[in-house]
């Protein structure tokens, strides 16, 4: 059973750093590729960053762009580090898996989901 799990979220402000983290379990982790999504309060689910499974590919949201940087280890995580963060990146975080070597940027490319955690940007 595939499971994910974040952390690393947490109350910053605007201008600080944080690394999320996307621990993932029950399945072959090379095999995988890594979205992470965000969805503020009243919005909907937006794509931020991914990761494929061989870490070759990686995309971002244009509002991340040259802030954020995804990476994954050679064991089972999944890592965002989010550097210059403003109070519009105030969401729920989420990583989310599909076996696949393609980056998808959309909600529905993905079959497993974590629980999510809060990252609050405070100006």
């Known amino acids: 059973q595939v499971q994910l799990v974040e952390s690393g979220g947490g109350l910053v402000q605007a201008g600080d750093s944080l690394r999320l983290s996307c621990a993932a379990s029950g399945y072959i982790f090379s095999s995988y590729t890594i979205g992470w999504f965000r969805q503020a309060p009243g919005k909907e689910r937006e794509f931020v960053s991914g990761?494929?499974?061989?870490?070759?590919?990686t995309a971002y949201a244009d509002s991340v762009k040259g802030r954020f940087t995804i990476s994954r280890d050679n064991q089972n995580t999944v890592y965002l580090q989010m550097n210059s963060l403003k109070p519009e990146d105030t969401a729920a975080y989420f990583c989310?898996?599909?076996?696949?070597?393609?980056?998808?940027?959309?909600?529905?490319?993905?079959?497993?989901w974590g629980q999510g955690t809060q990252v609050t940007v405070s100006s």
């Open positions: 990761i494929s499974g061989n870490g070759r590919s």
């Open positions: 989310a898996a599909r076996r696949s070597m393609v980056v998808f940027t959309t909600h529905a490319g993905y079959d497993y």
